[in-house]
Structure formats: structure tokens, C-alpha cells
């Protein structure tokens, strides 16, 4: 499968969150999903009228006994347990952009409990599926999806508590 | 509603053929049009299930079968739901048939399929949940059917060899059809040496993506008996459910499920509404079930369709396998073709393909893979962004 992804057309003249850090930029791999702090958030929306919550903020769905009901950005929890987990062990296609070598990325469904929703997301690094189990605290963290000589691209990942 | 008859069905064998899918949709429409007895020139309407990786051809889908068999001018639409596109061609074909627009319907559904996973198409789409979840996570289809069985572990003790034993026995249902494209059966050490793809899951339990085709004849009651087709094997119900809000469970390709922060979710889950659906359609029960054709894009998801579809209560589907109650032999055989474990999706087409299964059971004419006496059948499909379908067949 031929890898069609561009990176530098893909960043060209988009509105950027920028951290230097080790000589690299550092920036969202895609804007407006999480804040880029020592306590990342998700930026999730909440509905104004039913209070309820979705992830991402723009693309949630939405309860239909509350047509006219309008969506504010807010943070989500920074914590959640673990609802379920796996692995690819083989390199995702694009539009992924695969680490050479790949190492097996690590996949968590995190379920908040104020939010009451499961949220996907990478499990930091160093984690093995072995690791890992159903009803394990967890909380946002930031790491790198990709990088190229400038720049590293961030994504939200999920990093077990150090206690557990 | 009422029932609709099932004049002829036919398929491609599945493969990795690697050649035009219009090749593989008129091979399987010819074959269907010979089983029915039927002209092309006597169709009324020709309905497409949609193929999105084949170029504009597959966006128009129908058309382009037409074309292939000869524009004559017949009536035509095309369907796209993901996996569920065959499930939907088939009821807009219903529609038209008991809306009296026409008396006979082809509907046809054909892929050519790239190897490797399936992906989101070229582009940079930031609003799109599909391509973020590849994008952000590197969620592949695999690993939300990981996740799916992770929690059956956790939730029912399921173990690996359940869904080992899954793969095992649909391999054995699979050395008798022709039309799979894997007739080898396999043994708990081959599915054990293939290698993880998605932890609990190796790649021998999850399905790969297939070429092939599928085509069937429908026609209204009234006009199968003026053909002299008294006993059809029938379409008594069809479900195209979507899921309620809020569905707890995390779904293709969502990065998220919705929140259960204000509204508690439905008592019946959305997998479990799409059999509801059709049971209550066509009056029957999941006891009345003789045999069925189910979405086992991963073995772990076959176990979870027996309890969605009310075959046992949810934790016991490892028994009823175990037991060998959804062998060919046992109380309700569940995928005596083979399954999506030995065919491989070729997505416009299976969910065509499952009812061309039901139509030889129930009629008698499956061969050695035949499950005795079978009169009820049941599909149960699921195509990505909401999409349950399920065929109810019976004679």
C-alpha cells in the first residue's frame, strides 16, 4: 500500500500550538483535541442544554431529545480506568505515519467516569498489552505520534498510574 | 410488511482474483438471473450495493452491472452502508417491488479489494472520524475487534481458545462451499502459530478482505406464483437500524463513545435492536431460528452475535459453541458457509452473500454443508457509522 501522506503539505498555513523542548518543535499532529501542559487535558464539548459530554468537541453525537442544543468546549477529566485494551502489532496504514522500525503501539478504551463515556487512545511508551488491565487508573498524557528532523507531532495518549 | 420471494441467487467464488469487480457482479447476477429462470430483460430493477474502492464505476454501482449486462433501460439505484450496502440494496428492491414499481429486482454487490488493512481513502480530512482514528491513534478495524474481545474476557471468562474454537469450526463448514475462499480446515495449533494482530486476536480469527460477488432475484409472491413458483424460500424482514443515543459501546470508527452522563443507554443495546427488529418484523422469535449467517469479521464477534441475537443469554455463547449447539448438526448452526473466516469481506457483496446462504439452506440445496430441516434463518450484519442490518428468511 503506497503511503500517500504528506507531512509538510499537510502542516502548510494551519494554525499551530508551538512548544520548543530538546531543540524540536513540538506541535498537535492535529489541533483542538488536547492541551499541550505538564496536566494535558482532552478539550471534549459539552452540551449546553442536556449536559452531556462528547469527544472530539465538533464530531460527538448528540441526544435527540435536545434538538437545539448547542456545543461549548470544555476540558474532560484527566483521569479515567481503563474500559478495555489491545495492541497492533502489525503498522497501521496510513493516513498513520508508522515509526521505522515499528514497535507495536498499544491501544486503550478509557472510560471517564464524571463524563461517563469510553475514549480511545495510545497507551504512553514502555507499556505492553501485559501491563495493562481492565479497571486500571489512567490519565491523559501527551507524546509523540511522529517526528521529523524539526518537529515532533503530538496525539493524546493514555499513561497508567505509576502506584498501579 | 409483507414477504417477498427469492427467485435466484448467485455468487462469484471469493478470492483474490485481482480483477475488475463488474467482472465478479455479472458472473454473480448471470448466475442468480439462471437460477431464477429469469431474463435480464425482465428485471425491473436493477439495485447496487456500492463499492467506494474501485472508482466512480463502484460509486454507481448499479449502473454500472446494468451496463455491464446491457443498458435496457430498467430502472436503477445505488446503496452505499459500509458492510451493511448489500442488506440495504436488498430492501430498496423490497420497496420497490411492494410499492408495485416493479415485479422483478435484481440486486448485485461486487469488490475488488486491496491487500493489507482497510484504510480511509488519500486526502487530509481533520473533521473525519475515520481518518482521525487512523491519523491520532493508529486504530485499525482490528483493533476495536481487539478491544471487543478484551472485554469478553473480562466480562464472561471467555479464553483464547474460545475464539481459536470459533475459527475451527467455521473452517470445517468452509472445506464444503465452493465459493469460500479458504477450504482448508484449521486446527487449534494453526490458529495458535498465526501470529497477534491485535491482541487477544491472531490473524487466522480475524477476517482478511476478499475479491468476489453476489447477486440475487426478488420478485413479489404474486408474481413467483404466476411463474409457478409456489413455495419461495421468502425475505419476511429486514432491519437497517441505526444505534440510540447514547450507545455505550465504542464502535467503527468513533474515537469515543457517547456520554451516559445524562441519559442512561437503551436496555437493548444497538447489536441486540438489529435482531429485535427483525423478529418482531416477521413474528418470530430467536427459538424459531433454525440457522444463521452472522458478521464474524473477528471470531470473538461471532460469539458476541449469539447472545445479540438471542441464541443464549450474554456469558454463555462459549457453552453453546463448545457444545457444539452452532455446529452444522447442532440446535442453530451459525455460519454453515463458512463464515467472514473463510471468505474474507468483499464488502458490497457479503452481506448478499449471507442470504444466498440462507436461500440454499432453506431451500434445501446447500450441498454437504445442508443444515436438516431448515426453514427460519436469520443475517446479522454491522457496517461502520451506525449501520445494523439482518435479512429474516424463510420458506
Redesign the interface.
Known sequence: ?AA??NIR??LKDRKQTTVVKDMKIEVP??EG?FTIEEEAHLIGGRFKR???????K????????FPEDEVEEVLLSRFGKI????????P???????AEPYEP?V?A?VELV?????????VVNGYA?EDLS?GMTVEVAVGT?YEDSERRYL??MWKPLSEE | MEDIAILGVGMHPWGKWGRNFVEYGTVAAKKALDDAQIEWNEVGFISGAITVRCGYPGYVAGSTMARALGFNGTQVASSYAACASGATALSVARGQILSGACNVALVVGADTT????L??N?G?R??D?D??????????N??YF??????RM?LYGATQEDFALVKVKNSKHAVFNENARFNKEYALEDVYSS???????RLLEICTTSDGGAALVVSSLDYAKSLGVSDPVRVSAIALNTPT????L?DLPY?????????LPSETGFKESIGKHVYEEAGVGPEDIDVAEVYDLASSMELDWYEQLGFCKAGEAENLLRDGSTSIGGRIPVNPSGGLGAFGEAVPAQAIAQVCELNWQLSNRAGKRQVEGARIGITANQGLFGHGSSVLLRR
Open positions: 500500500m500517500t501522506f503539505s499537510f499532529a492535529v483535541f442536556s449536559g452531556s459530554y462528547c469527544f472530539p465538533d464530531l460527538g453525537g448528540s441526544d435527540p431529545n474500559w478495555s485494551y489491545t495492541n497492533s502489532a502489525y497501521p496504514p496510513p493516513p498513520f505515519i508508522a503501539i491501544i478504551a464524571k463524563e461517563k463515556m469510553v475514549i480511545l487512545g495510545q498489552v481492565v505520534l496525539t493524546w | 486491496p491487500d493489507g488493512f484504510a480511509p488519500d487530509i481533520t473533521d472520524t481518518w482521525l482514528r487512523f491519523h491520532m491513534v493508529g486504530a485499525t482490528p483493533v481487539g478491544l471487543h474481545a478484551r472485554r473480562e501470529p497477534v494482530v491485535s491482541d487477544p486476536l443515543y447514547p450507545d455505550p465504542i474515537l469515543a463513545t457517547d456520554s451516559s452522563a445524562t441519559t
